[in-house]
């Protein structure tokens, strides 16, 4: 039997009161509210899987499931398991292939399944895969469902039926490309012919985003796009694993270059010139770019929902369309949630993760580029001027091991004295808010670390903001 050691539960008061994050640095696993996620062969074992399938077939009653994977090696593995886990409960299970995590949660609320699986382990590398749950409306589980979850994974009880059918679904990347050409004015992009360079990482992505930018009317000029090749580069899209794009765009002149995790959920963007514009901004800029569509922006006042660690240039786009912005606690249900109850127009994370409500309620690369370009269409600006023409900011992220609550109520302290008087916000760690500059310390909820994140205009006043609180 597996036993998990207990670090991460004691870490924070902030974390939800039922434990759903189990961590063990020696095995690499992760069991948390985004699921479970571990390395091959060792830590995500096939035990692992299937009972975790039997718990969420057990937990939807038995119901319609809809499964779909990053092409990672590992990942038709674990969807066999699945297959076994979930049959055993009674569900009946509908296989889309691979798709982007964005897609599986589309195709979970349009064939009104009891619920979604995503076999990826997102932007970690190999050997990690992993597995994510989705509710009938396609929306990661919260905190209170996956506690639900893990609870019966641990107790064990799992649901025995008859199984039902595996089919399949190869509709589901066109009807999520469908969903997405919808809202935006096509003819206006497609008039562009913008040439666009695309990382897709040999992921989940590489197909559909092809196709998307082909119907956008753009001359694709892909590179790793091919979902029989390993990972060319780490998946995770941050500056250092995103050269070979950046180069891509400046030599072959293209108008943007997009580059995307090993699920399509996170995006980078690379301007023209091979101006690497990073994940921060891609949230912005889309935010910009629906405000900008929007009949009477200024008059509806909009509100756009990301959480506490995101820039603050998106306060900045907001406010030159009069809109809100509300700030969540880190993680993406809770942006989700937020979008929801809000009744938000877009939401997202500075991860490159766009939550576009009128496509769907998960963070998706497709609907991000669809908006990027509709952007730089209707504005028949370079992206790069776009780009330069928002507020720079400089952000800084540290972070510090800790081995549990007592240390994080010192560190916690050490920021409320010395900060003392200043804005605060604490709905996740502490947050304090200077008026064109922030510094965030918070317990990680998947590791046993502190972060320490500050944004400011220049480099040195966010790192003398982190000097503040480490010394
Ligand atoms: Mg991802």
Same mark, same amino acid.
């Given at each position: 039997?597996?036993?998990?050691?207990?670090?991460?539960?004691?870490?924070?008061?902030?974390?939800?009161?039922?434990?759903?994050?189990?961590?063990?640095?020696?095995?690499?696993?992760?069991?948390?509210?985004?699921?479970?996620?571990?390395?091959?062969?060792?830590?995500?074992?096939?035990?692992?899987?299937?009972?975790?399938?039997?718990?969420?077939?057990?937990?939807?009653?038995?119901?319609?499931?809809?499964?779909?994977?990053?092409?990672?090696?590992?990942?038709?593995?674990?969807?066999?398991?699945?297959?076994?886990?979930?049959?055993?409960?009674?569900?009946?299970?509908?296989?889309?292939?691979?798709?982007?995590?964005?897609?599986?949660?589309?195709?979970?609320?349009?064939?009104?399944?009891?619920?979604?699986?995503?076999?990826?382990?997102?932007?970690?590398?190999?050997?990690?895969?992993?597995?994510? +749950?989705?509710?009938? !409306?396609? =929306?990661? @589980?919260?905190?209170?469902? *996956?506690?639900? %979850?893990?609870?019966?994974?641990?107790? $064990?009880?799992?649901?025995?039926?008859?199984?039902?059918?595996?089919?399949?679904?190869?509709?589901?990347?066109?009807?999520?490309?469908?969903?997405?050409?919808?809202?935006?004015?096509?003819?206006?992009?497609?008039?562009?012919?913008?040439?666009?360079?695309?990382?897709?990482?040999?992921?989940?992505?590489?197909?559909?985003?092809?196709?998307?930018?082909?119907?956008?009317?753009?001359?694709?000029?892909?590179?790793?796009?091919?979902?029989?090749?390993?990972?060319?580069?780490?998946?995770?899209?941050?500056?250092?694993?995103?050269?070979?794009?950046?180069?891509?765009?400046?030599?072959?002149?293209?108008?943007?270059?997009?580059?995307?995790?090993?699920?399509?959920?996170?995006?980078?963007?690379?301007?023209?010139?091979? +101006?690497?514009?990073? !994940?921060? =901004?891609? @949230?912005?800029?889309?935010? *910009?770019?629906? %405000?900008?569509?929007?009949?009477?922006? $200024?008059?509806?006042?909009?509100?756009?929902?990301?959480?506490?660690?995101?820039?603050?240039?998106?306060?900045?786009?907001?406010?030159?369309?009069?809109?809100?912005?509300?700030?969540?606690?880190?993680?993406?249900?809770?942006?989700?949630?937020?979008?929801?109850?809000?009744?938000?127009?877009?939401?997202?994370?500075?991860?490159?993760?766009?939550?576009?409500?009128?496509?769907?309620?998960?963070?998706?690369?497709?609907?991000?580029?669809?908006?990027?370009?509709?952007?730089?269409?209707?504005?028949?600006?370079?992206?790069?001027?776009?780009?330069?023409?928002?507020?720079?900011?400089?952000?800084?992220?540290?972070?510090?091991?800790?081995?549990?609550?007592?240390?994080?109520?010192?560190?916690?302290?050490?920021?409320?004295?010395?900060?003392?008087?200043?804005?605060?916000?604490?709905?996740?760690?502490?947050?304090?808010?200077?008026?064109?500059?922030?510094?965030?310390?918070?317990?990680?909820?998947?590791?046993?670390?502190?972060?320490?994140?500050?944004?400011?205009?220049?480099?040195?006043?966010?790192?003398?903001?982190?000097?503040?609180?480490?010394?």
């Amino acid at each position: 039997m597996i036993r998990f050691s207990l670090k991460i539960t004691t870490l924070s008061s902030h974390l939800p009161s039922f434990p759903p994050i189990s961590y063990n640095a020696g095995m690499a696993l992760k069991i948390s509210i985004s699921g479970v996620r571990g390395t091959i062969p060792d830590s995500l074992t096939p035990e692992l899987c299937l009972d975790f399938a039997k718990a969420f077939g057990t937990y939807t009653n038995g119901g319609m499931i809809i499964i779909g994977i990053d092409p990672r090696p590992s990942s038709e593995y674990i969807k066999g398991i699945i297959y076994a886990g979930l049959l055993s409960a009674g569900c009946k299970v509908i296989d889309i292939g691979i798709a982007p995590t964005p897609t599986v949660g589309i195709m979970t609320k349009l064939l009104r399944a009891d619920g979604g699986i995503v076999v990826t382990a997102s932007h970690n590398p190999l050997p990690w895969n992993g597995i994510k +749950f989705m509710t009938p !409306e396609g =929306l990661f @589980l919260n905190e209170k469902k *996956a506690a639900k %979850l893990i609870d019966l994974y641990e107790k $064990k009880k799992f649901r025995v039926a008859t199984p039902q059918t595996v089919e399949s679904n190869d509709q589901a990347i066109a009807l999520h490309i469908k969903k997405v050409l919808k809202v935006v004015d096509i003819n206006l992009i497609r008039k562009k012919k913008f040439r666009v360079a695309l990382d897709g990482c040999n992921g989940a992505g590489s197909v559909a985003l092809v196709e998307l930018l082909k119907k956008l009317g753009c001359i694709v000029l892909p590179i790793n796009c091919d979902v029989h090749l390993p990972f060319p580069h780490n998946p995770e899209p941050i500056p250092e694993n995103i050269t070979e794009l950046t180069s891509y765009v400046q030599a072959k002149k293209t108008d943007v270059g997009f580059v995307v995790d090993a699920d399509a959920d996170r995006l980078a963007i690379v301007a023209d010139g091979g +101006f690497a514009i990073g !994940e921060e =901004l891609t @949230l912005a800029l889309a935010a *910009a770019s629906i %405000l900008e569509a929007a009949p009477n922006a $200024k008059a509806r006042k909009h509100t756009i929902v990301t959480n506490l660690s995101t820039s603050r240039v998106v306060d900045d786009v907001a406010k030159r369309y009069g809109a809100k912005v509300v700030r969540t606690k880190i993680g993406e249900i809770h942006v989700v949630e937020e979008i929801i109850r809000q009744e938000a127009i877009i939401g997202g994370e500075g991860n490159g993760g766009v939550i576009f409500p009128q496509v769907g309620y998960n963070r998706d690369s497709l609907a991000g580029i669809a908006l990027i370009l509709h952007y730089m269409a209707k504005s028949g600006q370079p992206l790069s001027k776009l780009a330069r023409s928002l507020p720079q900011y400089v952000m800084i992220k540290s972070k510090v091991d800790c081995a549990g609550q007592f240390e994080v109520n010192e560190w916690l302290e050490k920021v409320k004295k010395s900060f003392a008087g200043e804005e605060m916000v604490t709905k996740d760690g502490i947050k304090v808010v200077f008026h064109d500059s922030w510094v965030h310390v918070r317990a990680s909820n998947t590791e046993p670390i502190i972060r320490i994140m500050a944004e400011a205009p220049t480099k040195e006043k966010a790192e003398n903001l982190i000097k503040r609180i480490t010394g």
